[in-house]
């Protein structure tokens, strides 16, 4: 693989960037907001995937105009249309675990999940 | 009648919504509307035809527009789901009275069984993954719901879990997208039929395979199960044993594996170790559990293993068998988490070396529990027999030996934990126990087993005997586990 084709790939090197960033910070993170921001850029990962395989090259916005060229080449807009729902998914996990976040908070006074994991020892 | 296909998916859902408005007027409407609503969902399940049927939302053709399908195995499905939810819809108006905010409850609990219904329906492949996300947030909620420490730490720990593996699938549904240009089952199923498949769409079989297995919670990404089932009160772990991990994680794995990427040696090979080391694993740690519902939950776990090495054999007998046991683990798991509710209310503790003798106290949890683990464990005449029967001899008919004295080892082991939790739960006097204080009632019968919970018991308990009369069809061919396995054995969809 020429170095050319290799950076040609950009948007796949920005979602595996991205996607391993996310994934470390899951695993790696004690904090419970941190391992949620993880999750996030995680999600964020495969939507920037979904998103850069719709475009087509020298494809325009998938708008049908009238004085457009009988030839036109559009985009495809199905990927972008599946990762607004698979948005609204994530936010809602999102928010259910900032809820829960925050009722563990008010139950140990604290999110760091190695500080949590004393406390239970303790009780 | 196949007009009546969507309203599985939609009455939950609209119920769920309503149940909030609903207890305005009245408290109790959220359990009435509820039961109801599976009631209403077991009898629209009951009329569908067993053969195969597509709707097309909005009469759109097959690749432009929205499909639902309904074969055998949905049909089964589908079956399954509103048969449980119904059980567990009456044992939630005895047990869930200890906790604040019902109606909540049973919002969760139809938003559950709305994904549920949708993801056995469901035509394509995205569709397939909201629906998924829809039973899974629902079923985090409903995790933490008790609201105990534990709970939460249970639940966040199954929401980061479950979030990943949802990326994961996700990432395989867009390569496979890319790969084919197409989502729907069938129209998927036809592009890939014929075709070996590239190295990304092995990838992306793979990213499903592992995304899918933690949400059935196969051996190795089983660990927020044994967190999850405890944390959550006793009629959802009910249900969540029973059918939510087979319908969001097994039977999409299954569908997608045999009818649309094509089954070949190597994935069965793949299925059978998967499966058996899920079944040695749970078993195994199940035999050292102290707290009643951790050790039914690595039950669970080990359960799923049997199921899943059975459809590794590949064949019509070893479907057929994993099919049954399927159906059968969806009687017995959720009787004897029922019966953990009841046995954590009468004895105000989850630790078996803390309780004794409750056999007076709970005389009829005692009875359905007896018969819970001696199906569970393939004792005669229960059902659980039969489908352990019908593996093995699958195994055996297959040239697996070594499978089939394992399954039968394993057998062994789940009879020694179910013996465990007899011994320590229910023989003995009733003296040893002075220190626990019940938490809710002070072991007097009425409180520990009401009526609502009483009876849902019972009705599984009767389902562990009633079932294997379903073999009287022949061992080849128990009654409408046949056609399901018959779908699968068909291979992948025809265009």
Redesign the interface.
């Given at each position: 693989m020429s170095t050319e084709q290799v950076l040609g790939l950009y948007n796949y090197w920005i979602v595996i960037f991205l996607m391993m960033t996310g994934?470390y910070i899951?695993i790696a993170r004690k904090n419970?907001i941190k391992?949620?921001i993880g999750?996030n850029i995680?999600?964020t990962s495969?939507f920037l995937?979904?998103i850069t395989?719709g475009k087509v090259r020298d494809g325009e916005a998938p708008i049908i105009r009238p004085d457009a060229e009988p030839d036109v080449i559009y985009s495809n807009p199905l990927?972008s249309v599946?990762m607004l729902?698979?948005i609204v998914?994530?936010i809602?996990?999102t928010a259910?675990?900032l809820a829960?976040?925050v009722?563990?908070r008010e139950?140990?006074g604290t999110v760091e999940e190695d500080k949590?994991l004393i406390l239970?020892r303790e009780? | 009648m196949n007009n009546l296909i969507p309203l599985l998916v939609v009455i939950p859902m609209g119920v769920a919504f309503a149940i909030p408005l609903a207890v305005r007027m009245n408290p109790r409407l959220g359990e009435l509307l509820s039961i109801l609503t599976a009631l209403t969902l077991l009898v629209i399940s009951l009329f569908l035809p067993s053969q195969e049927i597509i709707y097309h939302i909005g009469n759109w053709p097959t690749p432009d527009g929205i499909d639902l399908r309904v074969d055998g195995l949905s049909k089964l499905m589908l079956l399954i789901i509103s048969g449980l939810a119904l059980v567990v819809g009456i044992y939630s108006v005895g047990f869930i009275r200890q906790f604040t905010g019902h109606y909540r409850y049973y919002t969760l609990l139809m938003l559950m069984v709305t994904g549920m219904n949708g993801v056995v329906l469901s035509g394509d492949l995205f569709n397939l993954y909201i629906f998924v996300e829809i039973a899974t947030i629902a079923s985090y909620a409903l995790v933490a719901f008790g609201g105990e420490h534990e709970d939460l730490e249970a639940s966040f720990k199954y929401a980061v879990l479950g979030g990943l593996s949802s990326s994961v699938i996700l990432i395989g549904i867009a390569l496979v997208y890319g790969m084919t240009g197409t989502l729907n089952l069938t129209h998927l199923a036809s592009r890939l039929d014929g075709h070996v498949l590239t190295p990304t769409l092995q990838f992306a079989l793979a990213l499903l395979f592992c995304g899918f297995g933690l949400k059935s919670a196969l051996v190795p990404f089983h660990t927020w199960l044994p967190d999850a089932y405890p944390a959550a009160p006793a009629p959802i772990s009910a249900i969540l044993s029973g059918i939510t991990s087979k319908a969001i994680g097994l039977y999409v794995l299954v569908r997608l594996l045999f009818n649309v990427f094509g089954i070949t040696d190597d994935l069965l090979l793949l299925l059978r170790w998967s499966g058996g080391i899920t079944m040695v694993v749970g078993a195994l740690l199940a035999l050292g559990q102290w707290n009643i519902k951790r050790l039914f939950a690595y039950s669970s776990v080990s359960q799923v293993g049997l199921i899943v090495l059975a459809f590794g054999f590949g064949t019509t007998a070893g479907i057929v068998g994993a099919i049954f046991h399927l159906v059968n683990h969806a009687v017995f798991k959720p009787l004897l988490f029922l019966n953990s509710g009841a046995i954590e209310i009468a004895a105000g503790t989850r630790d078996l070396r803390k309780m004794h003798g409750l056999r007076s106290t709970i005389p009829v949890t005692a009875t359905t529990h007896m018969v819970g683990s001696l199906s569970i464990a393939g004792i005669p005449p229960f059902n659980g027999f039969w489908s352990k029967l019908i593996i093995v001899v699958a195994a055996v008919n297959a040239g697996f030996m070594g499978w089939a004295s394992l399954v039968v080892l394993m057998s062994i082991v789940t009879l020694a934990y179910q013996l465990k939790v007899q011994t320590a739960a229910f023989f003995g006097s009733n003296t040893r126990s002075p220190e626990v204080t019940p938490s809710i009632a002070t072991g007097s019968r009425s409180n520990a087993e009401p009526l609502f919970m009483a009876v849902p018991m019972i009705i599984l308990a009767i389902g562990c005997g009633a079932l294997s009369l379903l073999t009287l069809t022949g061992l080849d061919e128990p009654f409408f586990v046949a056609s399901a396995a018959e779908v699968l054995m068909k291979g992948v969809f025809t265009w």
């Open positions: 994934f899951v419970m391992t949620i999750l995680f999600q495969v995937l979904y395989m990927p599946l729902t698979a998914v994530g809602a996990t259910l675990a829960l976040i009722r563990i139950d140990y949590i239970d009780s | -």
